[in-house]
């Protein structure tokens, strides 16, 4: 099997930036490989990325990709689920998994020694599930557990009203999850359908990081291929297009709890990854509401005392975004907090931000991901997902240089742009009834 592989480099030394490389194959049936050698290192974290997430579904199977990733790890057509984990816990590897709104990883980490053997297992868990009734019963039973501990917590539960408000109707407003009504409905017919439309070798990045040597792990990969090419079939049937459009529509929405506290959740659209706008968004939010010396931490929660928890955040889709600010507070203090959120954005979108504070948010950002790559899995992660998604991947120090070169005048375009208090979309949770009263804005 031909592959084609090239190698990024980032040759810049200076501030005791270690020299960071990886190489990219591309196998002649469409699946990536990416890696950065990391020879000091003992142990290595290797992924398997899908792009399916929870935008590929529809509402009637919604949480099946989340289902899928808990079935994977109940057995093969080869393996018993307790046979998969001695073979894990015989290494000394720790085998996880995760679904997000635009993919899905199934990953181990492992000591170098073992390369061999968990990428054996990783694809035999990757490419043969055996989907058994009633693993597909004892799963779907836990995911209504996962549910119900979501519904347990509204500070994870607001962000999927809030995404449902500001995506209205696109699939990117589904929550990973799933609800009680599309899970029960999921049967085998469905999930192995949908597995062998989503779940293809060759529209997948494997990714490694770690004392691995790049030529060794792209041998590594035919080999396993090879082996199980009998038994896999590479479907080359494109999935359905993304949405591009989003009709957002800005709401008020409160949802009653019995909460001691209140919850909300002040946001809106926000940029793709590929966008322009990606440095400067990521800088004022951080100004905003993204450290602890941000505006509206210090003003809500170090002057006034009215919140514990307050921040504000912007995630980056293919083709969209999302930006939020999140608070909880005392139900008789909530309408308090809206009301210095809204002054205090309408104060940035007036008189912009200062150099000295987007110098502070330019260091506390590059200081995020640089210590967010210390960890091997976190880089695995990085390199996994740019391929994935973007179909390229940028050296840390050229995200930095980014960084580094946003200027005040493109930040202070972001308050209008994105942050228009008059645009935004709000949503509450709280057991306060008067509606009017809490959301007046």
Same mark, same amino acid.
């Given at each position: 099997? @031909?592959?084609?592989?090239?190698?990024?480099?980032?040759?810049?030394?200076?501030?005791?930036?270690?020299?960071?490389?990886?190489?990219?194959?591309?196998?002649?049936?469409?699946?990536?490989?990416?890696?950065?050698?990391?020879?000091? =290192?003992?142990?290595?974290?290797?992924? !398997?990325?899908?792009?399916?997430?929870?935008?590929?579904?529809?509402?009637?199977?919604?949480?099946?990709?989340?289902?899928?990733?808990?079935?994977?790890?109940?057995?093969?057509?080869?393996?018993?689920?307790?046979?998969?984990?001695?073979? !894990?816990?015989?290494?000394?590897?720790?085998?996880?998994?995760?679904?997000?709104?635009?993919?899905?990883?199934?990953?181990?980490?492992?000591?170098?020694?073992?390369?061999? @053997?968990?990428?054996?297992?990783?694809?035999?868990?990757?490419?043969?599930?055996? =989907?058994?009734?009633?693993?597909?019963?004892?799963?779907?039973?836990?995911?209504?557990?996962?549910?119900?501990?979501?519904?347990?917590?509204?500070?994870?539960?607001?962000?999927?009203?809030?995404?449902?408000?500001?995506?209205?109707?696109?699939?990117?407003?589904?929550?990973?999850?799933?609800?009680?009504?599309?899970?029960?409905?999921?049967?085998?017919?469905?999930?192995?359908?949908?597995?062998?439309?989503?779940?293809?070798?060759?529209?997948?990045?494997?990714?490694?990081?770690?004392?691995?040597?790049?030529?060794?792990?792209?041998?590594?990969?035919?080999?396993?291929?090879?082996?199980?090419?009998?038994?896999?079939?590479?479907?080359?049937?494109?999935?359905?297009?993304?949405?591009?459009?989003?009709?957002?529509?800005?709401?008020?929405?409160?949802?009653?709890?019995?909460?001691?506290?209140?919850?909300?959740?002040?946001?809106?659209?926000?940029?793709?990854? @590929?966008?322009?706008?990606?440095?400067?968004?990521?800088?004022?939010?951080?100004?905003?509401?993204?450290?602890?010396?941000?505006?509206?931490?210090?003003?809500?929660?170090?002057?006034?005392?009215?919140?514990?928890?307050?921040?504000?955040?912007?995630?980056?889709?293919?083709?969209?975004?999302?930006?939020?600010?999140?608070?909880?507070?005392?139900?008789?203090?909530?309408?308090?907090?809206?009301?210095?959120?809204?002054?205090?954005?309408?104060?940035?979108?007036?008189? %912009?931000?200062?150099?000295?504070?987007?110098?502070?948010?330019?260091?506390?950002?590059?200081?995020?991901?640089?210590? %967010?790559?210390?960890?091997?899995?976190?880089?695995?992660?990085?390199?996994?997902?740019?391929?994935?998604?973007?179909?390229?991947?940028?050296?840390?120090?050229?995200?930095?240089?980014?960084?580094?070169?946003?200027?005040?005048?493109?930040?202070?375009?972001?308050?209008?742009?994105?942050?228009?208090?008059?645009?935004?979309?709000?949503?509450?949770?709280?057991?306060?009834?008067?509606?009017?009263?809490?959301?007046?804005?």
């Amino acid at each position: 099997m @031909k592959e084609q592989t090239y190698t990024i480099k980032n040759n810049i030394e200076n501030n005791n930036i270690k020299f960071e490389r990886y190489e990219i194959s591309i196998l002649e049936n469409g699946l990536r490989i990416i890696s950065e050698t990391i020879p000091h =290192f003992r142990s290595i974290s290797l992924g !398997f990325w899908i792009p399916a997430g929870s935008r590929n579904e529809t509402p009637e199977i919604n949480g099946i990709t989340h289902l899928i990733e808990h079935l994977l790890f109940k057995g093969t057509t080869n393996r018993t689920y307790k046979e998969i984990a001695i073979e !894990f816990d015989s290494m000394g590897a720790e085998f996880n998994a995760f679904t997000d709104k635009e993919n899905s990883c199934v990953y181990a980490d492992f000591i170098d020694s073992h390369l061999d @053997k968990c990428i054996e297992i990783l694809f035999d868990v990757v490419t043969s599930p055996s =989907f058994l009734p009633e693993s597909i019963k004892l799963e779907k039973k836990v995911v209504l557990e996962e549910l119900k501990m979501v519904k347990d917590n509204p500070s994870d539960e607001i962000f999927n009203y809030f995404y449902e408000v500001v995506f209205n109707g696109h699939p990117l407003g589904l929550p990973i999850l799933g609800t009680k009504k599309s899970i029960n409905l999921l049967d085998f017919q469905t999930i192995q359908q949908y597995f062998k439309n989503n779940f293809n070798l060759n529209k997948m990045v494997i990714s490694a990081a770690g004392n691995v040597k790049h030529k060794v792990l792209v041998e590594l990969v035919k080999s396993n291929i090879e082996k199980i090419s009998d038994k896999i079939s590479f479907n080359n049937n494109n999935k359905k297009d993304l949405e591009t459009s989003l009709n957002y529509i800005k709401k008020k929405k409160l949802y009653k709890s019995k909460t001691q506290t209140s919850h909300l959740c002040l946001g809106g659209p926000g940029c793709s990854r @590929k966008s322009s706008d990606k440095y400067a968004l990521s800088l004022f939010t951080n100004i905003l509401g993204g450290s602890i010396s941000s505006r509206l931490f210090q003003k809500v929660r170090e002057e006034k005392g009215l919140s514990y928890t307050i921040f504000a955040s912007n995630t980056q889709y293919t083709d969209t975004g999302i930006i939020a600010i999140y608070a909880a507070a005392s139900h008789t203090n909530l309408q308090r907090v809206i009301d210095l959120i809204i002054s205090e954005l309408k104060l940035m979108q007036k008189n %912009g931000i200062n150099t000295y504070e987007l110098e502070i948010a330019k260091e506390n950002t590059k200081g995020a991901i640089v210590l %967010g790559v210390e960890d091997i899995s976190s880089r695995m992660f990085r390199l996994g997902k740019a391929l994935l998604i973007d179909g390229n991947v940028l050296t840390i120090n050229e995200i930095l240089k980014k960084i580094d070169a946003t200027s005040i005048e493109k930040v202070n375009e972001i308050a209008d742009k994105y942050f228009n208090p008059d645009k935004l979309s709000i949503v509450v949770i709280s057991k306060n009834t008067n509606t009017s009263n809490i959301i007046k804005k």
